[in-house]
C-alpha cells in the first residue's frame, strides 16, 4: 500500500486487513509507518501488517522494499494499491522547477 501512512492509503490497507489480508505499509517517514501500524489489531487469522519507509521514485529502493515484504510477509505480493501524492512547490507550474516537476511524476507512475 504506497502513502499507507495516513488518509486513503490507510484506511484502504485497514479495510484489506479486516477481510483477511496481509498489508504492508509504504510510506516516506517511518514514525508515520510506526503510528499507522498500531491502529491495525491483532489478528485471530494470521494476516500481518508491516512497514517500512520507501522512495518510489527510486528504482533500487523499490525494488529492495518488494523483497523484503515478500520475506516479512511470507509469500508473493498479489497486489498494489497507490495512494500516495506529493507536491511540489505551490504556485504557476511554469515557474516551478522541471526537477520538482519530475519527482511528481516519477512518485505517480513509477509503480
Known amino acids: ?3 499507507a501512512a495516513s488518509g486513503m492509503g490507510l484506511a484502504t490497507a485497514q479495510t484489506l486487513f479486516a477481510s483477511g489480508y496481509s498489508v504492508a505499509l509504504l510510506d516516506l517517514a517511518q514514525p508515520a509507518i510506526d503510528a499507522a501500524i498500531k491502529t491495525f ?3 485471530s487469522t494470521g494476516n500481518k501488517a508491516w512497514g517500512k519507509p520507501c522512495d518510489v521514485s527510486d528504482s533500487a529502493s523499490l525494488e ?3 523483497a523484503e ?3 516479512k510477509l511470507g509469500g508473493d505480493i498479489y497486489g498494489l494499491a497507490h ?3 506529493i507536491l511540489g512547490q505551490l ?3 511554469h515557474e516551478q522547477a ?3 516537476i519530475e519527482r511528481i511524476g516519477e512518485s505517480h507512475v513509477r509503480v
Open 98 to 100: 522541471w526537477s520538482d
Open 41 to 43: 489489531a491483532p489478528s
Open 1 to 3: 500500500m504506497i502513502g
Open 64 to 66: 529492495a522494499y518488494f
Open 83 to 85: 495512494c500516495a501524492g
Open 69 to 71: 515484504t515478500s520475506d
Open 91 to 93: 504556485g504557476p507550474v
